[in-house]
């Protein structure tokens, strides 16, 4: 797990990104167990009370889930799995548009650019 920590967001909501980010990627499958809180901690370096709070906040969006003793594993909810894709396509989106905007680009040409650049990857 390599995380590079920022200091504007707090780092529950960092881990919580990075497993998303994750999840869309398909590095983390559906059902796949994941680390125990304390793991996670002594892995990022972080305290273990932010690893459970990362944890719990999953398990609230269903990112997430631990049935009795058993390690937490990843959703095998496939409305959720592709929520978690969705968000973060709408997030690069909506960063794109708003860098775009601002240098009064105007849409079809973004979208020419766009598509030239999508097809060169």
Do not use: C, H, W
């Not at 496939?78 to 929520?83: D, G, P, R, S, T």
């Not at 973060?88 to 650019?113: C, G, H, K, W």
């Amino acid at each position: 797990m390599d995380i590079k920590f920022n200091n504007r967001d707090p780092v529950y909501v960092q881990v919580i990104q990075y497993f998303k980010e994750q999840i869309a990627k398909g590095f983390f499958e559906p059902g796949q167990e994941i680390p125990s809180r304390r793991e996670l901690a002594n892995r990022l370096k972080i305290n273990p009370n932010t690893a459970q709070r990362a944890y719990k906040e999953m398990e609230e969006q269903g990112l997430i889930f631990t049935e009795g003793n058993l390690p937490s594993r990843i959703t095998k909810d496939e409305q959720v799995l592709k929520m978690v894709r969705e968000e973060l396509i709408l997030d690069a989106v909506s960063t794109f548009i708003q860098s775009v905007r601002s240098i009064n680009v105007p849409l079809p040409e973004v979208l020419s650019l766009v598509e030239k650049e999508y097809d060169k990857e």
